[in-house]
């Protein structure tokens, strides 16, 4: 029986023995993964590659049952049939792989269980052995570190807000985390970009995986090349020894996210195509060849376009990225979320002079809801602050006089855009309708009859909505 046996090279030469070792031999050298049990399911064999596919120690399994790594295994169902179980397709670490499992009999009775498992392309083993080395390198990094892989701490039951933009935001937020495919978020300063993409992470099945963040902004240019895809010992002077693993490569299965990528140099824009064509990751100081499987969630709150029309940032790296474009609402645009949001911001803040509960005077509300925000929730956070820590002993409601100077000094200004102002939802009524309506003539190279069709309202409906919003040159 060539399961179990022990086969040394003296064996291989004894004549008796030699068949058996050649056949142990063998299935120890196939790329293809197998597993014997006996009737019972206990494991008397499994070869290397079967071992590298399922993270099993060979030693440790042999004294184990296939139930206690894959329960309910169906191997059981097989024996105690006779049937096998052929080409059974199945994902298997992102890649499609197929299983046989067949029953072993000697002279009528099972003796015992086959399982095999194929990859559907013979490269798709490699690539997941060059992955698995990978693994090892950086268990070894972090057990160093000793500490564990970094996750993500949002998730978009975090972005707080209940107007129609945010919630549209929210759902397709949601769709893009389902695919692996690359996410733009756009939004101004302190609109919450690292924020979403935490949440996008925490929302797709890498979740459990590590997600990484990389400031190209704050990273000095020449560390940059070492940071992202990690160097081999003695590269140059001042190199840690044992190297160092790249975010890239510490990405591996989970998110890479790019923060700032409107600042990232052209050279490491070059390099990053690269990265995202096929995967493979160029470390400095080797020629090898590393490759990770990560998800890339890039962000920035530069006008990229323009940016290309510049010359500063790759026309190619622009439109691998520009595909799932997720761009955050700036706070202005969503004043009616702006209450909640305060009122969270200040639930949530830790360091407070009290733990009493705030409220803000009505005056406050209208003035929080007009403000133009350019920082964005940032800003609001900061102004909370502010005022929180502004307040007299014993008040709790905060009044415009606890607002940041400068925000008062804006108040005449907004006071008067507030008093003959329509309501918020009556703004954002007429905003949209407004852009629907340049859309709508755009596409149709401005014939107005076409647009009115395409909008589903009558000419001299057209006419008359243009004339409101001032699009109509007399
Ligand atoms: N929808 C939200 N709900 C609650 N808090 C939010 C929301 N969006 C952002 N924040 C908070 O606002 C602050 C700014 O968010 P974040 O750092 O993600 O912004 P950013 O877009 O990355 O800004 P910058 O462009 O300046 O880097 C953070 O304190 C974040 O927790
Ligand atoms: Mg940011």
Not at 282 to 297: E, H, N
Not at 439 to 456: F, I, P, R
């Amino acid at each position: 029986m060539m399961a179990g046996s022990v086969c040394r090279d003296a064996d291989v030469l004894r004549l008796e023995k030699y068949e058996d070792c050649l056949h142990k031999l063998i299935l120890d050298l196939a790329h293809v993964g197998v597993l014997i049990t006996d009737r019972k399911g206990d494991i008397k064999y499994l070869n290397p590659t079967f071992a590298m596919m399922f993270d099993m120690d060979i030693k440790t399994a042999i004294s184990k049952n296939i139930n206690d790594y894959f329960p309910h295994s169906k191997l059981m169902r097989v024996m105690e049939t006779g049937i096998p179980d052929k080409a059974v397709e199945f994902s298997f670490k992102g890649q499609s792989a197929l299983v046989n499992r067949y029953p072993i009999t000697h002279q009528g009775v099972t003796a015992g269980g086959f399982i095999e498992v194929y990859f559907r392309d013979i490269r798709d083993l490699q690539k997941l052995m060059r992955k698995m080395t990978n693994l090892q390198k950086k268990v070894i990094y972090y057990k160093r570190k000793s500490q564990g892989l970094p996750g993500a701490s949002y998730t978009f039951d975090d972005i707080i807000g209940q107007s129609t933009v945010i919630r549209k935001f929210k759902k397709l937020g949601m769709q893009f985390a389902r695919s692996s495919i690359p996410v733009l978020v756009l939004g101004e300063s302190g609109a919450g970009k690292e924020l979403v993409a935490h949440a996008i992470h925490s929302a797709g099945s890498r979740s459990d995986e590590p997600f990484v963040r990389v400031n190209c902004a704050a990273i000095p240019k020449d560390l940059l090349e070492s940071e992202l895809f990690g160097y081999e010992e003695g590269t140059f002077t001042g190199a840690k020894t044992g190297g160092r693993v790249g975010k890239f490569e510490l990405a591996d299965k989970g998110t890479i996210f790019l923060d700032e990528i409107g600042e990232l140099p052209l050279d490491m824009q070059a390099k990053l195509l690269r990265v995202l064509e096929n995967g493979e990751i160029q470390k400095i100081g080797t020629s090898d060849v590393v490759y990770s499987d990560f998800r890339l969630i890039a962000a920035t709150n530069k006008d990229l376009a323009a940016s290309v029309a510049k010359g500063t940032f790759r026309e190619d790296l622009y439109h691998r990225l520009h595909i799932l474009v997720l761009a955050i609402p700036p706070l202005r645009d969503r004043p009616e979320d702006i209450p909640l949001l305060a009122q969270h911001l200040l639930d949530t803040t830790r360091d407070k002079p009290s733990n009493l509960e705030i409220t803000f005077a009505s005056e406050v509300k209208q003035l929080l809801q007009a403000y133009p925000w350019p920082g964005n929730i940032r800003e609001l956070r900061n102004v909370l602050t502010f005022a929180v820590f502004s307040l007299d002993e014993g008040q709790t409601e905060i009044r415009l006089r606890n607002l940041p100077p400068y925000m008062l000094e804006n108040q005449v200004m907004m006071v008067t855009r507030l008093k003959p102002a329509l309501s918020p939802l009556n703004q954002a009524r007429e905003k949209s309708e407004k852009e629907a309506l340049l859309a709508a003539l755009e596409q149709t190279a401005q014939n107005k009859a076409q647009a009115a069709k395409l909008l589903g309202i009558s000419r001299n409906e057209i006419y008359r909505k243009m004339r409101r919003y001032g699009l109509l040159s007399r």
